[in-house]
């Protein structure tokens, strides 16, 4: 751990962020139909290494089949406009014309103002589930009173995930914490948590069970919470410094838990780098939301966007790219990144000569001075 | 320390702004209303661990009431506008209308050419106490000669405050500084000293007996110390740094000194940060000058944006954020961190699972690459 | 090697660019009627250190013939528009008017699609070789198709160039991937081999018989292979590496490889940099691609502008400097290095006080904090 | 030496400019009235630090008698327009109405494509000793041609200044470069010498018997010397370097030679961080260009702008801030220390306590991470 001291006095990481990291070529090169992107979450393997993120601009059951199709899955935000609303086309319409700025994030504060309702939830799960394969999120503190309707209706995947999931919270009297390590214990579901901002955290969370932890800022690129309150992990470290935490706790437990990273992936570039810097897959946000089938037109915003007392993510509405599959597969037409990212992915293996996911986390690493 | 060299020839210590700092989350979480954000300065408690600025454009005695009501409390300039000036609202009217620029530093200038009325600090300082606390700073260079009146008039709490202030003054011939080991042993007082820049200063300042330090340059945000002078000390260092400091008085004197962060704090996050770098509290500038109730509507500027000769603050008009409470405790309906700054630091102690302010000392930093 | 860790876990090596590096004057200074900018690859001499790069935007057989005139040479590109097409001016001139951004792409990918004619390969050897100098560049894939004929054409010197070149491919079955040891056993012409982005490539392909390596991102400065690819080296850390690795094969072999820098060096100050740094000549692109006398008339685009899947460089139009002779030896009326760049080599080897380019390479270098 | 590798191979050494560096105070503090901001040149008390550049755009003899007054010196250029014509006031006017940009520079190398008139260097010398000090420069390769005449009219101090001096010069055969060491031992002026960028040079420019040297840059703060020849020598680590090697050659000569710093000092932070890094006085171009009384009315170019092949220096305008005495004196009006700057320098010693120029140097530096 790259270590300095802020005044003689404070120990502080220095953190990487994405940007600031770059691949080498090595010393072979590779001819692009030979190189293999697929993974795997427990039993559930996967063509590509993509999951939607569970937000409402970006995954809807109508895009996690797509997704499916395409051989990555999408997660279904269980706490937002799809369980409050009958039919969420009119708050997504709405929201889709909004003008970044106050009255976005106020508006976007009463459309969420809606209550969960249980038997959406239900619903939902059923929708995603006759695509072949259902994944959606919980906030912990509603894993307990929801999850017996998502498991009923035939839910594949839990995601449990919130600003900063550990596996120790401290309720106040009367609630009723989530125990990670019972829930595992107690149903067969594979169980990935988010987000997961350190090692230390990794570590414990790992213990309980969960199968999967995604990694970063909460996943929310747009997230603001070094604002709002001083909080920030900057990805290239959090992915590398987790992803050795998954291999000191592999060689404890002899299992492999996946690290997802998320947060601000926005081109190809950033794919290679999160899996180069230790991560197995990737969860999008952006990229999805800016295809023509995103279920709010382009329009992009992190669940905390619409907090009600300290609102602390970015509202923003994005250039669509093309069709979900022109985003993932191309062709591009632009240099930038944004499009093609898998291609950009398989392309990177080439020059960098690796054949296989798990050997680009091998690559040779450089650094901006 | 974090020593580097320029040269090969002269030391530098290598110094963090706050916002090259952020926290990262802990292995625990914690429920957002079992946070305790009170503190303390001598024998009086806070219920928010917040002071007012004393510059005419953050604090008048009508503000200090109603940050008092909140639980934290104003210092008003006993050297500003308020002493210059029977009726204070011409002159601020007619500052809150300037455009930035040297014609509004011309005018600030003219303005505080206007001599301190010895009448008007004991008034002011009556106004104060109706609301319960009285807090009001002078520079050193008038201690000795204005003390008299400001405590008669029932100070509670003096700030020393100036762009630097040291224990050792060395003045002209005739003029009489202040010793302020001898003025904490003959009043009972409490006396806080600002600004504070390095750990060799405060260690002196704390053995004068003072009970807190005011860090960070001089106090004001918008100070260009860097450009006229030369100087400037990066805020999260210097935090550190005297923190340290403190701890070592600790040890050899058995006496906490509180430690208050100043100079630039407008989110919850440097708020958060400032807190987690070492501080026990925070003197807020731009935050309260940006309330629906400061005095100047917006205004802000610094007491050195009117110094006669070489003007070394630049004034700016804010936007208005909302009412004092509002800015403080929400609800927020912007993202950016500027409303709601205590809600940024319950919900950052939630995030990172620390109970009270002492402990969120301990929280893990991370800086830039 | 400057090594740091991300997260404690991945190891990074620190790069710099050239805008990070500068070189120091020594304690010596030298007419600039007394330096020696001369150099040589295999048995062929050069007056000034530069070759055009082969770029469709920068080298035609006219604007090679006019830098042979000047002591250098350019290199034609095989795989560009001069052996798709019979006449390149109507493609080019219609190149030269695009307006940069998507449309300007999508237009390079569809004149592109046209296929390579095997005898244009010739003709244009034919045509190079007129001005007693043919230097051309095929990308490895193609070489055992195309070499043949340009050989037979009377082809002088051979690069071999693509985005990252190595000794070790890896292709489909079925392919006939590149033996660069046996190619260069075989046949007696030079070959430079690019584009080279790190010390192992570099050892590994000066022991497969190339007399030269291009050093640099693929020799594009418009690249955005950190974005599309997440790959990126800094070229200041690029040039020392492998410099350093040629004279470590140089006391291994006896024989001296030149190191040409590539990709983005745009100013006088770019060339004695990317020289300083290790290089013995530099490939230059954008310079020569503003002369009046440019193939395409200021426009500029690396060839992987046209990548019919995933575009990887930049389509621009730069203002055109004066003549290919101003833009190399003055005299300038700008003050921004972009024109007499080799007027800059030489004072800058005056101010230095060094004779030749070899002793350059000794100057001492800063870099920024 | 804070020294780097460059790839592993290549020494560098990390180089921090002004804007780098900061002044922390330390634990006393002063009246501003108790500080002495005097120093001398070789015989010559100054009251001031401050000398004026040998730049037309700078000093011309009025302004060297209006600077002497204020109780420095200004260095008349006689290598400018000042020996080149009879009446220089035309293409001054001339000058002062350019527009930015290579036009400019065009009529620059014209202006200065007029012959250096003997006669008028020895009437310049005169009409700069009626005012009882004559300072004034010629560039190296010019002193053995026209020093009989400056001397004979009257020089007291004479500055070898040209982009890069050293001690030893290779020059054409039949040129008759300058052997400074013999020059001083001939004559009894006393000499000093830059530009200056780095130890080694100054080293055995002090052995040749130079009393002072100019550091940095070659003394123009528009340079574009990194970008047209890629050199560039950080200031404030220039400076550190040069009055470390100038404390060495006191240790070994008994003789203290003045370090003078230069090259884009423009605020009184800049004179202050440039005298806390080791300089002992200040050469100012851009704050005397920007005075009332300029020779070109606001127009600031250095001499290499006129390079009738490479031009290395930019032409600018700049804003009138007030008279001479205002700018350096003040009383300012604006926030941004580009007036006052002596009130500035005193102030500054004031904050940090210091009581003379030699004891500021002992300051305690900061650094940005």
Redesign the interface.
């Known amino acids: 751990?790259?270590e300095?001291?802020?005044?003689?006095?404070?120990?502080?990481?220095?953190?990487?962020?994405l940007d600031?990291?770059?691949?080498?070529?090595?010393?072979?090169?590779?001819?692009v139909?030979?190189v293999d992107i697929s993974w795997r979450i427990d039993a559930y393997p996967f063509d590509i290494p993509v999951l939607g993120a569970p937000l409402d601009s970006v995954t809807s059951p109508a895009t996690a089949a797509l997704l499916r199709e395409r051989g990555g899955a999408g997660v279904l935000d269980l706490e937002g406009l799809w369980t409050r609303y009958e039919d969420p086309d009119e708050p997504l319409a709405e929201i889709a014309a909004l003008e970044p700025g106050?009255q976005a994030?106020?508006r976007l504060?009463e459309l969420y103002a809606e209550p969960i309702r249980e038997e959406l939830i239900g619903r939902r799960v059923e929708q995603l589930s006759q695509h072949g394969f259902a994944a959606a999120s919980l906030p912990p503190q509603l894993v307990e009173r929801f999850h017996h309707v998502a498991l009923d209706a035939g839910l594949d995947l839990l995601v449990v995930q919130g600003?900063?999931?550990?596996?120790?919270?401290?309720?106040?009297e009367g609630?009723d914490p989530l125990d990670l390590r019972s829930f595992t214990g107690r149903y067969d579901i594979p169980v990935v948590v988010g987000g997961v901002?350190?090692?230390?955290?990794a570590i414990?969370l790992m213990r309980t069970g969960a199968v999967g932890l995604v990694v970063g800022n909460g996943g929310d690129p747009n997230s603001?919470?070094?604002?709002?309150?001083?909080?920030?992990?900057?990805l290239?470290?959090?992915?590398?410094?987790?992803?050795?935490a998954r291999t000191r706790y592999l060689e404890e437990s002899g299992r492999y838990v996946q690290v997802i990273a998320a947060g601000g992936l926005r081109?190809?570039?950033?794919?290679?780098?999160a899996i180069?810097?230790?991560a197995d897959g990737v969860m999008l946000e952006q990229p999805l939301a800016s295809a023509e089938e995103a279920p709010a037109r382009g329009a992009y915003w992190g669940l905390a966007?619409a907090h009600?007392?300290?609102?602390?993510?970015?509202?923003e509405r994005l250039e669509i790219l093309g069709t979900m599959e022109t985003v993932l597969e191309?062709?591009?037409?632009?240099?930038?990144?944004t499009v093609?990212l898998l291609?950009?992915l398989r392309?990177?293996m080439g020059?960098?000569?690796y054949?296989t996911l798990a050997r680009l986390r091998d690559a040779?690493?450089?650094?901006?001075?």
């Open positions: 751990m790259l300095t001291t802020i005044g003689g006095a404070r120990q502080a990481r220095v953190g990487y962020r600031d990291v770059a691949l080498l070529p090595s010393r072979r090169t590779r001819d139909e030979l106050p994030t106020r504060q600003v900063a999931v550990t596996a120790q919270h401290v309720g106040l609630t901002w350190s090692a230390k955290t414990h603001t919470a070094a604002d709002t309150l001083g909080i920030d992990a900057p290239a470290t959090t992915i590398a410094e987790v992803a050795a081109t190809g570039g950033d794919v290679v780098k180069a810097c230790g966007a009600h007392e300290l609102p602390r993510s970015r509202y191309g062709p591009a037409h632009r240099d930038d990144g093609n291609g950009g392309r990177a020059v960098t000569g054949e040779e690493l450089t650094v901006r001075a």
